[in-house]
């Protein structure tokens, strides 16, 4: 057994503080650090622990993770999720044949799964696709400081600050590109970077003020009691970032430096940062503007080997994630496959602290529960610091 006499705030935030706690942290149970609906089934069958599923994140049908599973982990990070009051109402629909489930979110956007057989919902409507300047002007956005989005949050949050001694985080918002892009489809809005940049700063500037004046009334009632506010938005793919750097620097860079600037001031909690793919072009911009830390870490996207990033960033930003292959080892490999590549990632992310354990994104739904169990008990026996 391993003895400490770190709490596990003390630890995620010694760590955080690029020093070496007794044990690297380790976080599991986020909206992007959780596991599909399916294999938490299988995972606590397999443990032996019997509960009701809660699927906490409906779109990408990612579990809610029970206390039981998360103290059998050794997990040192809760998380603070809303109420589910907010989230979109799911109906059945039947297109040529084939029965759906599917839900228009507060911003207007239609996702659908199929009933029987699908894991995740994808995006099946943008309302925005064919909207002018004008549109925007007129467009019902959602209101950001509705009461039902907060009615319970400093309960939570009060609850989790006094009577554990777990790092709280938020879970992830604050997308402006991401949100821009459900609003008015991934091709228009890439090429209207190009050709109609006066849209794309205009839906930016909306989302940003919705943003904004969400964080003002959050941050209002709990900035002093948790320590991460996540956000996130993707910029890159497997291959590559999205987008030139450039094209970053003139409509992404200066709004995100806004939110961050205002998390910030109102707010000692570091910001989480989320963005799957290859983005070390933009880290250094990412840094620049107030990032804390770097999220899900996707080591098998290009230009994001490991070794690299832990040399030229790993004094100035933070890693949470990294600490497993979720695309081949962890739903394909075997434990002891499992086991060798935590061990290899542990080595490289963990000297010198500024480090969290977790896998790369929420676990698949393919990953067998054996490997699952294996990836947290490879980061507890390796994660023991000295390295």
């Keep these: 057994m391993i003895r400490s006499e770190l709490s596990p705030r003390e630890r995620v935030m010694r760590t955080c503080s690029?020093?070496?706690?007794?044990r690297v942290p380790i976080d599991f149970g986020g909206d992007q650090t959780g596991i599909n609906v399916k294999a938490y089934k299988r995972l606590i069958e397999y443990l032996g622990i019997q509960e009701d599923i809660q699927v906490m994140h409906d779109m990408g049908q990612v579990a809610e993770v029970s206390e039981s599973v998360l103290q059998r982990f050794h997990v040192d990070t809760r998380y603070l999720?809303?109420?589910?009051?907010?989230?979109?109402k799911i109906k059945e629909v039947e297109r040529e044949g084939t029965v759906y489930e599917e839900s228009r979110d507060e911003w207007g956007v239609v996702r659908r799964k199929p009933k029987h057989y699908g894991h995740w919902f994808d995006i099946a409507h943008h309302p925005l696709h064919e909207a002018t300047c004008e549109d925007l002007l007129h467009y019902p956005w959602p209101d950001p400081c509705s009461p039902e989005r907060f009615q319970s949050i400093k309960e939570k949050t009060l609850n989790l600050h006094k009577n554990t001694d777990y790092a709280i985080a938020t879970p992830v918002s604050g997308s402006l590109f991401e949100t821009g892009w459900y609003l008015c489809g991934m091709e228009r809005f890439l090429s209207d970077m190009s050709i109609n940049p006066a849209f794309v700063e205009r839906l930016l500037d909306s989302i940003l003020d919705f943003w904004l004046r969400y964080y003002q009334v959050y941050l209002r009632e709990v900035g002093e009691f948790i320590h991460f506010v996540n956000l996130g938005d993707d910029l890159g793919t497997q291959a590559g970032p999205l987008f030139s750097s450039d094209f970053y620097r003139l409509f992404l860079k200066p709004r995100q430096r806004e939110l961050f600037r205002y998390i910030h001031n109102h707010t000692d909690a570091r910001i989480w940062f989320h963005s799957c793919g290859s983005v070390e072009i933009f880290l250094s911009d990412l840094i620049d503007i107030g990032v804390d830390i770097i999220n899900p870490v996707q080591t098998t996207a290009r230009n994001m080997e490991a070794k690299y990033l832990k040399?030229?960033?790993?004094?100035?930003?933070v890693f949470w994630g990294g600490g497993c292959d979720t695309q081949h080892v962890l739903p394909f490999g075997d434990p002891r496959e499992v086991d060798e590549d935590v061990k290899n990632r542990m080595q490289i992310f963990g000297p010198g602290g500024g480090?969290?354990?977790?896998?790369?994104?929420?676990i698949p739904v393919e990953a067998p529960p054996r490997n699952v169990v294996a990836m947290f008990d490879a980061a507890r026996k390796y994660g023991v610091y000295p390295m």
């Design 355 to 362: 480090y969290v354990f977790t896998q790369i994104h929420d």
């Design 81 to 88: 999720f809303p109420d589910r009051i907010i989230q979109p």
């Design 18 to 22: 690029f020093r070496e706690p007794d």
């Design 311 to 317: 040399k030229e960033y790993g004094q100035k930003i």
